[in-house]
């Protein structure tokens, strides 16, 4: 039962260039919706994240865009760097603000090319 | 910049053993999370602790798991009998308040049952 879906498991990109991360979700309910970057043997780092009031949020190199109704995020960076090479989880909760823990997706693994 | 600190990183026990992994939360954080990635698998969600109690737990969080914030600074999961399918990575996570939910995840503890 796969609630939050990353259907790519690898993307590589061009340094400089701009990385699309995608991730769709099937439970109505979820409300929050947070990207994390992971690294081997680290746990995941907070990106950033998306209330479901909004469609866009950005911070710096990294954007978030929700399409509530195609129930579709997509994280956008640029330009991308060597840096970025990471594994990048999608996650949502239901709670807004509440205790519920994050539902994740497995991950899509960002190769950046120099 | 604060940090979510888990001990230790890896712990190897043999089948049928007990288990306490620790977490110290960021300092002013008042929910707390423990997580499980099975190698090649997804993060997934086990429980969620707030005003010393459990919030919300997941079908993953049977009578074999427990946790307990001992002190004030404490975080703990307790696995009482040890199974091979334990074998993961767990994490802690904490967040500061309702009203948003980035949490911030430790490196992790890599539970290694023989």
């Known amino acids: 039962d796969q609630q939050v879906k990353q259907n790519s498991p690898s993307l590589s990109v061009q340094e400089g260039r701009i990385s699309i991360l995608n991730c769709d979700y099937t439970?109505?309910?979820?409300?929050?919706f947070l990207w994390y970057k992971k690294y081997p043997a680290e746990g995941p780092t907070f990106l950033i994240s998306?209330?479901?009031?909004?469609d866009k949020n950005e911070d710096g190199r990294f954007t978030v865009f929700l399409n509530k109704s195609a129930k579709h995020l997509s994280l956008h960076i640029v330009p991308s760097q060597p840096g970025d090479s990471a594994v990048y989880f999608c996650?949502?909760?239901?709670?807004?603000?509440?205790?519920?823990?994050?539902?994740f997706g497995k991950g899509t693994h960002l190769i950046i090319q120099p | 910049e604060p940090e979510v600190t888990q001990t230790p990183s890896h712990q190897v026990t043999q089948m049928g053993q007990e288990v306490i992994l620790r977490c110290v939360p960021i300092?002013?954080?008042?929910?707390f999370y423990w997580y499980r990635q099975i190698l090649g698998q997804k993060v997934e969600f086990l429980v969620s602790?707030?005003?010393?109690?459990?919030?919300?737990k997941s079908e993953i969080f049977d009578d074999q798991f427990s946790v307990e914030r001992p002190d004030g600074s404490n975080f703990t999961l307790k696995i009482r009998s040890t199974k091979l399918e334990d074998s993961a990575m767990y994490f802690c996570?904490?967040?500061?308040?309702?009203?948003?939910?980035?949490?911030?995840f430790g490196p992790g503890t890599r539970l290694t049952v023989l």
């Open positions: 996570a904490s967040r500061w308040a309702s009203g948003s939910n980035e949490q911030f």
């Open positions: 439970n109505s309910m979820f409300d929050y």
């Open positions: 998306i209330s479901s009031i909004k």
């Open positions: 996650a949502a909760s239901d709670s807004g603000g509440g205790a519920d823990g994050l539902t």
């Open positions: 300092s002013n954080h008042l929910y």
């Open positions: 602790f707030y005003n010393n109690e459990i919030s919300e």
